[in-house]
């Protein structure tokens, strides 16, 4: 008798543990009416843990003197990059205009091992010559070229990154 | 006096400068920008990416380029404006589009339909740039998931649409439970009308209000305008019943639209 009683106690006592263990109190809902359509999201953590290899290449480009207090480095845009060769380039607040686009670029130099691009815009189409080019950024693996035209022709500066 | 003023002048500044947290990856470091995400939409494909001339043309603006990944900002076109969000891409197969944690998750809102019929359907700016980058990368766009870098605790988001497709005013209502912890409410609210000859009076106005009190005023002639803000968290708490209104009107030709969307990102027990 007393064994029974004791087996129903434990039995008991597993059975209110379990109750208080699986008990959740109840979730309110988030209300919205009148609404003409709503969608709720899971959101679902996530951690991206791959490593930047090689040479990272953020914006490498010019600026001359005129431009200087002008150019931020918001307003300077990458335009294109070829396969293996990044290349880069800048727009200002003069040159911001959709002219920096795949049929005007101009290759403009070769070495060795890589071919440099840079651009011209419609504006400057006409005065780009060989003279004017200027190499301004150098790395271990990159070279970087840009141009100088008749209207920009102020002697260019390494954009401090 | 003047040399204190260029002390706090300069810190104030550098402050600004460097406020921002970087998005360009020295090698070696974590390439994905996790400090500077806001709401992301990503896939994880099962193929290794590889970055091409295609893929890097599908960006309207690259910021940073390693061997094995590449970041920069993508076009996306709705109906109502342009938006810029951010898009990552790995060779480990990671694609990930965001708005930076300053930028209002309400821009997530792909308007659609045409101006004076929008459509009330949801779907996100986010995948759209993740659609945008998958057909110049040539693979299959996996389902998309959802997380937010500048709320991690948070566990849903909820997005709630309204359009007012001719003159009128809607009330809404939205209510978040006290037990619920409430992170980013942003709205994107947009108005417009078009010049149908001969009518001249072609104004419009559309008005946005929360618990009466005025968020959003929008007028225009012949155009489509919008406002898209982040709610500041003192103006918006759980376990009070918020009452959304909004309100379009127009003259001249039956054209032209409003509309107004939510977005409310929390976390639920």
Known sequence: MNESLVVLLILGVVLAMGMFLLYRPTSELVEFKEWDTSVLVKLDPVKILTRAKGLSVPFKSHVDSWAAMNLLKAEINTVNISLKEVFVSHTDGILKTPSLTLPPLTTIAFSRSHLFYAHVDSLSVANLTLPSINTIVVQTRDLFVSHVDAFLVIPLTIYAK | ?269
């Open chain 2, 1 to 269: 006096m003047k040399a204190l003023f260029v002390l706090v002048f300069s810190i104030c500044f550098a402050s600004l400068v460097f406020a921002q947290a970087p998005l360009v990856a020295p090698e070696g470091a974590l390439a994905f920008p996790t400090a500077a995400a806001g709401i992301s939409a990503y896939v994880k494909t099962d193929q290794k990416i590889v970055i091409t001339d295609a893929l890097a043309n599908a960006f309207y603006k690259i910021e940073d380029v390693s061997d094995n990944h590449i970041l920069g900002i993508v076009e996306v076109e709705t109906i109502v404006s342009k938006v810029y969000p951010h898009v990552y891409v790995d060779t480990e197969g990671w694609m990930v589009a965001f708005f930076l944690a300053a930028e209002p998750p309400a821009l997530i809102m792909q308007w659609s339909g045409d101006l004076n019929t929008p459509n009330a359907a949801i779907k996100t700016t986010l995948e759209v740039a993740l659609e945008q980058i998958a057909k110049a990368a040539r693979i299959p766009l996996p389902s998309v998931s959802f997380y937010d870098f500048n709320h991690p605790s948070a566990n849903t988001m909820l997005i709630l649409l309204r359009i007012l497709p001719s003159p009128g005013k809607k009330n809404m209502y939205i209510k978040l439970p006290a037990n619920y912890a409430l992170y980013s409410v942003s709205y994107f609210h947009y108005g417009c009308n078009f010049y149908v000859w001969p009518d001249e009076d072609e104004t419009f106005s559309t008005t946005l209000k929360i618990g009466g009190a005025l968020v959003s005023k929008i007028d225009g002639y012949n155009e489509v305008k919008y406002n898209v803000n982040i709610i500041p968290s003192r103006d918006f708490a759980v376990n009070k019943l918020y009452e959304i209104e909004i309100d379009y009107s127009h003259g001249g030709a039956e054209n032209g639209s409003a509309g107004v969307v939510f977005v409310l990102i929390y976390r639920t027990p």
